[in-house]
């Protein structure tokens, strides 16, 4: 079965330091996807990023940055030069794909970023 | 374009009551989900629908829970005798066609508190 772990309950930084929330997924799947969500104060997810098991290229979107590992099942998100309004709960999950043809998300029980000024 | 909408953002209700939760996808996504979400945990898979039909719903906990889509776009999530462990955020979310690789794009919830 599908597992996401994010093992950082908590985070707790400056404004303007980089930050790193890590996720390590499990799954026995060969072709999967992963993505980011952040869900701020008001409560909806925002999707971040998706990214499929064969593109192991790092990303870089502004100030926020992926780093997928197949060969140890991670992928990192890291925020650069942190904002207050980077202050959310960020949510790593992994599609599970069903014989029924249904493929929702395992989400991780979230890490919660708070940046303080 | 407008995203996922849900109604009501909050709903407070007594223990025993029913409950109906309002979703409405993204124009034109055939796939609709309906996850839930407890207190400091992420969200978790109740049912989903392809057009009209329930494909699949394994992730309903009891037959209390009950949802539907009758023509394709809106659903509902109908919930009987609620009772207090029901009480969380209910997230819709929609894709394009369904498939692994679609983007799942979520609305802003509803608040379920029971009594």
């Known amino acids: 079965a599908q597992k996401v772990t994010q093992a950082q309950t908590e985070i707790s930084v400056v404004e303007k330091e980089d930050v790193t929330l890590d996720c390590v997924y499990e799954?026995?799947?060969?072709?999967?996807?992963l993505f980011w969500y952040k869900q701020p104060p008001s409560g909806e997810l925002v999707f971040l990023i998706r990214r499929n098991s064969f593109d192991e290229q790092n990303e870089i979107s502004g100030r926020y940055s992926w780093n997928f590992q197949k060969s140890t099942s991670s992928f990192n998100f890291t925020i650069t030069a942190s904002q207050v309004v980077d202050s959310a709960v960020y949510f790593c999950?992994?599609?599970?794909?069903?014989?029924?043809?249904?493929?929702?998300?395992?989400f991780g029980k979230g890490t919660r970023l708070s940046v303080i000024a | 374009g407008a995203g996922v909408s849900q109604t009501p953002s909050n709903k407070v209700t007594e223990k025993g009551k029913y409950v109906e939760l309002r979703c409405d996808p993204i124009?034109?996504?055939?796939?609709l989900y309906w996850y839930r979400q407890s207190l400091g945990q992420g969200p978790e898979f109740l049912i989903y629908?392809?057009?009209?039909?329930?494909?699949?719903d394994s992730g309903l906990p009891n037959d209390r829970f009950f949802a539907v889509r009758p023509e394709g776009s809106v659903s509902t999530l109908k919930i009987q005798r609620t009772e207090r462990g029901d009480s969380a955020v209910y997230l819709c979310?929609?894709?394009?066609?369904?498939?692994?690789?679609?983007?799942?794009?979520f609305g802003p919830g509803t608040r379920l508190t029971v009594l």
């Open positions: 979310a929609s894709s394009l066609t369904g498939r692994e690789s679609d983007t799942q794009y």
């Open positions: 799954t026995r799947d060969t072709t999967y996807y």
């Open positions: 999950a992994l599609s599970d794909p069903k014989n029924s043809g249904n493929t929702p998300l395992v």
């Open positions: 124009s034109g996504h055939t796939a």
């Open positions: 629908f392809q057009g009209t039909g329930a494909a699949d």
